[in-house]
């Protein structure tokens, strides 16, 4: 291969330096200050407040607290479950699979949990809704089974708690519940 001439490598190198001095003198001029003393990447692609909302979210800490206590009060009955907490958006946040529960119940655990905060209400109360709704069962990811139980902070959704694996749909419910009771003490 051919090195190219003097002439071309100089003008190739006047123009990297040229563009790396323009893009300097750009990344300089967006945190100039600008007139009353706010910088301009501040402002630059920013929302403003009133177009912002601003959610409570249950901590990890918090989650783990919730998981903890439903598992602990399905193993005082002597039941192999598995339980997720869900956070406001129905992400997982934690899941835990007790000793002996089926493989079934980790997801329906999680499915639980969903359709609880994304309700904001107990799933054996939604399960009774779909008598008069019965399509509400078609939405991706719901569970509608006893056994999820949501976390609210001022009457809003924080979270949920869901469980699964125990003979009953009350029982899941019953321990989900010992896990928001958590949080409360």
Do not use: C
């Not at 291969?1 to 071309?8: A, C, E, F």
């Not at 598992?71 to 002996?100: F, I, P, W, Y």
């Not at 809704?129 to 924080?158: C, N, S, W, Y």
């Amino acid at each position: 291969m051919q090195m190219p001439s003097k002439r071309i490598r100089i003008i190739t190198g006047a123009t990297v330096l040229a563009a790396v001095g323009v893009t300097a003198a750009g990344a300089v001029a967006v945190a100039a200050p600008e007139k009353g003393g706010k910088a301009a990447a501040a402002t630059a692609g920013q929302a403003t407040s009133q177009n912002v909302v601003t959610t409570d979210h249950l901590t990890i800490a918090a989650a783990s607290k919730a998981a903890q206590a439903a598992l602990a009060a399905a193993e005082k009955a002597n039941q192999h479950v598995s339980v997720s907490v869900v956070d406001r958006n129905g992400n997982t946040l934690v899941t835990l699979r007790g000793d002996g529960a089926g493989p079934q119940s980790y997801k329906a655990a999680e499915a639980k949990a969903f359709t609880a905060v994304s309700w904001n209400a107990p799933t054996s109360a939604l399960a009774k809704r779909l008598e008069q709704a019965p399509t509400l069962k078609d939405i991706p990811g719901t569970l509608f089974l006893a056994g999820g139980a949501p976390v609210q902070t001022k009457g809003a959704p924080v979270a949920a708690v869901g469980v699964a694996g125990a003979p009953s749909g009350d029982l899941d419910e019953q321990f989900a519940q010992a896990g928001v009771a958590a949080l409360n003490g």
